[in-house]
């Protein structure tokens, strides 16, 4: 397999791009897709800014290789809000509680954050500090992304019981 | 495109043979996560004209676990699958923690357990607790298969026992005995000098007798100090005998200091290692003899019999 056509399942949508073996998950993204919510920090799997999500579960885009992500459902950070335009709950959050300073590692960390909620709908802080240990921010000091997530948490949990 | 990656071509094998067979040719390796190969390639240590991936064969991905028959671990079971598993937690704790304590996170969701150990790198925290479970990898051609124990799959170096042609299609590990416990500790800080102490990881597993009093068989692994896993045979077999509590874990810990070769001419390195080596070997050891006393009757666990 060398260069050809690849075909990626990204956001609920296909998109098809010229991918090389060598080349990188977050790359393709941001360099093929024009998907640039992704970031890449460290590149070697450290940091988490890269972060998206692979079938539910987050990984560092930076050390997979893109053709190793075929077929499995990527979700990146342009994914989150609602086809209306209105914002996920985890951004609206972040907005509410000021948890972005710099906003380099903000993409990262709602993602691994939904990743979280959707496997455990109602965190302690406990629980949220653990899944994000593997995302680093270098601004806020964590309190405020904590609060958020914590938030968010509840609104999305209100926002289901009034559907019920 | 920035920092991209040396070519390379990247094959899907369908099966065994296929991905043995590609390895033949000079310059292929297997690829599974690919957490230590990509950023290995991109730091230039290593260069490839061929990846064979063995995620896409089938029957590669069973993994079961059962206090009486053992875990079973395929090479494509991913690190985040031994995570939440009730039976590794309570039976095979010393790889529970190992892989619950791996940082970060993500990595679960993409390594697999096989990648960790074959990498074959000395500071990794999979390999110490495997040691401490006494696994047993199986290396496969594609038609026939043998068992290597984890105390002789490491040879040196970067080496494993996986030959030329050959690949490890799966780990077991075999059941615990009805009164044992195990443990995993791991005492890690930044390396700020090239010198510096980085990290040291230890893993035991304690068996006790009938009246949960004396140890019936132990194993004690320390790691970081050497090519790989360093299994402290000495301290082990002293054990065995010895009524479980302060007084023989901190010999073995002594025995474990002792056991390991000093490794830099820094004295203050040593020294911090010493310290380190002695806190975690006992506290893994401690560990594990007070998982195995507060075990729940046996009798409890008979229901899962067959
Ligand atoms: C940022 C980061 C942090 C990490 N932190 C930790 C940590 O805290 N503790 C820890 O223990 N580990 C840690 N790791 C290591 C990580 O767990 C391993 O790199 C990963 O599990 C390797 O599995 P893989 O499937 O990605 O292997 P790959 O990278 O695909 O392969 C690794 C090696 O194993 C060989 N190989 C793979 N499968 C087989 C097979 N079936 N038969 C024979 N050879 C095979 C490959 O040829 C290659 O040489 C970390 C890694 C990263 C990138």
């Known amino acids: ?161 009034v559907a019920a | 495109m920035a920092r991209v990656l040396q070519p390379f071509e990247f094959i899907e094998a369908a099966g065994v043979k296929e991905a043995v067979a590609a390895l033949s040719q000079p310059g292929t390796r297997l690829f599974a996560g690919g957490c230590d190969l990509v950023p290995a390639i991109r730091r230039g240590q290593v260069r490839y004209d061929t990846l064979v991936s063995i995620m896409k064969i089938e029957g590669l991905s069973e993994f079961s676990s059962h206090p009486k028959v053992g875990v079973k671990i ?119 000098r090239a010198d510096d102490l980085h990290k040291i990881n230890a893993a035991a597993y304690v068996a006790l007798d009938e009246a949960k009093e004396k140890i019936t068989d132990a194993t004690l692994v320390i790691g970081c100090v050497g090519d790989s896993p360093l299994r402290i045979t000495a301290a082990e077999s002293a054990l065995v005998g010895q009524v479980a509590g302060d007084e023989a874990f901190n010999s073995a810990a002594e025995m474990a200091v002792a056991a390991v070769q000093p490794m830099t001419d820094a004295g203050w390195v040593e020294e911090i290692r010493s310290d380190w080596i002695r806190i975690l070997a006992r506290d893994v050891l401690a560990q594990a003899a007070s998982r195995a006393l507060s075990r729940h009757d046996p009798a409890e666990d008979a229901h899962l019999a067959y």
């Open chain 2, 74 to 192: 395929g090479a494509q079971v991913l690190l985040s699958r031994l995570v939440n598993d009730i039976w590794v937690g309570k039976r095979w704790a010393a790889l529970h923690e190992a892989v619950e304590q791996l940082y970060p996170p993500h990595i679960r969701n993409m390594g697999t357990v096989v990648g960790n150990l074959c990498a074959a790198v000395n500071y990794y925290d999979v390999p110490v607790s495997m040691f401490a479970h006494r696994a047993v990898l199986t290396l496969s051609d594609g038609t026939t298969s043998r068992e290597v124990g984890i105390d002789d799959f490491y040879t040196g170096g970067r080496g494993t026992a996986v030959g030329a042609g050959e690949m490890v299609t799966q780990i077991d590990l075999p059941p615990p005995a009805a009164d044992a416990g195990s443990a995993f500790k791991k005492i890690y800080k930044a390396r700020r």
């Open chain 1, 1 to 161: 397999m060398s260069k050809r056509i690849g075909t990626f399942n990204v956001n609920g949508k296909n998109a098809d791009t010229i991918v090389e073996p060598q080349m990188l998950l977050v790359d393709v993204l941001r360099e093929k897709l024009d998907l640039t919510g992704t970031k890449r920090a460290c590149a070697a799997g450290n940091c988490g800014a890269c972060t998206v999500l692979a079938d539910g579960d987050p990984i560092c885009s930076c050390i997979t290789l893109a053709v190793a992500a075929e077929g499995r459902e990527i979700e990146t950070v342009e994914g989150l809000r609602a086809a209306d335009g209105t914002l996920h709950p985890l951004q609206q959050a972040f907005i509410d509680h000021c948890a972005a300073q710099c906003g380099y590692c903000t993409a990262g960390m709602l993602m691994t954050a939904k990743a979280l909620l959707e496997a455990n709908p109602r965190p302690t802080r406990e629980d949220v500090k653990r899944a994000l240990s593997g995302n680093s921010c270098r601004c806020t000091g964590y309190v405020k992304i904590i609060d958020a997530v914590m938030d968010a948490a509840q609104q999305i949990n209100a926002a289901k019981e």
